[in-house]
């Protein structure tokens, strides 16, 4: 078994490095230098045609798109751990349900709040009725998660798995990037602290 991981701290990438990390599996960390322009040389594009983090390359066949990794990860070495529900469970099939859901509805609309009112994204893009649209969302789709909090300390249960550890890697940094006050979410926000005192968590956030 060989994990080869491509890797960019304070990217995509950090879910998965946390979710490594957490798993204890050995891997080989290969930085890439998003500035410098590594993630574009052809010998990354052959690995990913996207050039971009993460990458992973496991026994030899490459893979991009986090959710996709997150999966696999959690189905070859998740489930021994606790961190992944057994592969036709119906806790898998509640697994896949709110992590797919966490990149693509909620992640989704965060995105498109961010890309018309963050400081990350030029100014002329901002469109103020799109922001007003895309928050209204993102507040709906908190609450859901709010809702699914209430009664558990993590998103399945009583135990963290991979899908808290990819919802931490966008809400920790994406809702103070996009300056969202969710003192109203109490299950969210204590949820939030929780997963952000994991030692593999404040590790990536301490990376540069
Ligand atoms: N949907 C992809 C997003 C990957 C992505 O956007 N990665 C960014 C870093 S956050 C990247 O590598 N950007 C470099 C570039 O586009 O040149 C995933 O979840 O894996």
Redesign the pocket.
């Known amino acids: 078994m060989s994990i080869t991981f491509y890797y960019?701290p304070q990217?995509?990438a950090f879910r998965i490095r946390v979710s490594l990390a957490e798993l204890d599996v050995p891997h080989e960390v290969v930085r890439v230098d998003?500035r410098a322009g590594d993630?574009?040389k052809p010998d990354f594009l052959a690995l990913n045609p996207n050039?971009?983090?993460?990458t992973v390359v496991i026994d030899g066949t490459p893979m991009?798109?986090?959710?996709a990794i997150q999966i696999a990860l959690g189905e070859r070495y998740g489930v021994q751990k606790g961190l992944w529900p057994a592969p036709g469970s119906p806790e898998q099939l509640t697994a896949l349900s709110w992590l797919v859901w966490g990149?693509v509805s909620l992640f989704g609309a965060l995105f498109r709040y961010m890309a018309n009112t963050s400081d990350y994204f030029p100014k002329e893009l901002h469109n103020e009725k799109q922001a007003e649209q895309t928050l209204t969302e993102v507040r709906a789709l908190l609450r859901i998660l709010d809702e699914r909090l209430d009664g558990r300390p993590y998103v399945l249960g009583e135990r963290c798995t991979l899908v808290d550890l990819d919802f931490v890697a966008m809400l920790g940094w994406g809702l103070m990037a996009a300056k969202i006050d969710i003192a109203d979410l109490k299950n969210l926000k204590g949820w939030l602290d929780r997963i952000a005192e994991r030692p593999a968590v404040k590790a990536a956030t301490d990376e540069t």
Request: positive net charge; glycine residues 6%.
């Open positions: 960019a990217s995509s998003l993630q574009k050039g971009k983090v993460p991009f798109e986090s959710v990149q």
